[in-house]
């Protein structure tokens, strides 16, 4: 394999990243579960304030559609992204837009704890997504996507910062596997 500079492997992945034609991908397996859980809790919305308020009497159109447009914003907020990723890319799909980045081109992650951890993955291309480390936890293929495209940027010398924060992912990740293993064995 031939080595390349940093400044080299820089310019290489200048391009959008992106499946190539006829390439495989790995998806959130939990998705579809999460969206089903999110429909079913903003039609749950609906129905009961439609319901209370025929009850109460009170329904009109005006007060119809404010209950459409409040179940519409429930569905939004519990609607988790999509994810993919890929040989050498990583998208994130919300409602709006997608982002995508190059694995194998990172410049920098970092981790954001606290009400909603997160992290933040940046490539030379100065793309940029957020991502719930719970997909990763979750999600072994797209994990394995992940981690191949970060050797790949160490490789080529692009990553910068966030080392740390990936060794400490990946250790609680392998952590909670172990202990999954050994609760279903009955060695805890």
């Not at 719970?134 to 160490?154: C, K, P, Q, T």
């Amino acid at each position: 394999m031939e080595s390349r500079s940093p400044r080299s492997a820089s310019a290489y992945h200048q391009k959008r990243p992106g499946p190539p034609a006829g390439n495989s991908s790995a998806g959130d397996r939990h998705w579809r579960g999460s969206a089903r859980h999110a429909v079913r809790c903003a039609l749950a919305f609906y129905a009961l304030a439609m319901l209370l308020d025929q009850g109460a009497g009170t329904l009109t159109l005006p007060r119809a559609a404010l209950w459409t447009g409040l179940a519409l914003l429930v569905l939004v907020v519990l609607l988790p992204p999509r994810v993919t990723a890929g040989a050498g890319w990583l998208a994130v799909r919300g409602l709006v837009h997608e982002r995508r980045v190059r694995t194998d081109a990172l410049v920098e992650v970092r981790q954001y704890e606290g009400i909603s951890a997160h992290l933040l993955l940046r490539d030379a291309g100065g793309r940029w997504l957020e991502l719930d480390p719970r997909v990763l936890a979750g999600n072994a293929l797209i994990r394995h996507e992940v981690d191949a495209g970060i050797r790949r940027s160490r490789e080529y010398g692009t990553l910068r910062s966030g080392t740390e924060v990936l060794l400490r992912l990946s250790d609680r990740i392998d952590g909670a596997e172990a202990q999954a293993v050994f609760r279903a064995s009955g060695m805890e």
